[in-house]
């Protein structure tokens, strides 16, 4: 089974800043791109953050110019720097391969609450 180890989330003052780590050992992770994805409470999963694996990221609308998405292949690790953090930034934040699919693992993934 895929290991994903997600830290790095916390309770945080709006306009604050976190950084998430996710540390995977999925056997194919430089070829895979890599994607951050959060829950809302009430909320389906939805994208944040997407990087292929020579770097070339895509942000969802209500994040862009606040977050970061980076990865460090020779750690099988992928990270979101996140700024300027919103209360509806509020959720639990997982990483995982993109495209995922229904089988995948997802792990504890990081709560992330924002307060105003």
């Known amino acids: 089974q895929v290991q994903l180890v997600v830290s790095g989330g916390g309770l945080v003052q709006a306009g604050g800043s976190l950084r998430l780590s996710c540390a995977t050992s999925r056997g194919s992770f430089n070829i895979n791109a890599m994607g951050w994805y959060r829950q809302a409470p009430g909320k389906q999963r939805e994208l944040v953050a997407r990087?292929?694996?020579?770097?070339?990221?895509n942000y969802a609308d209500s994040v862009k110019a606040r977050f970061t998405i980076s990865r460090d292949n020779a750690k099988n690790t992928v990270y979101l720097q996140m700024n300027s953090l919103k209360p509806e930034d509020t959720g639990v934040y997982y990483c995982n391969r993109y495209p995922s699919y229904p089988s995948d693992y997802w792990g504890q993934g990081t709560q992330v609450t924002v307060s105003s």
């Open positions: 990087i292929t694996s020579s770097g070339s990221t």
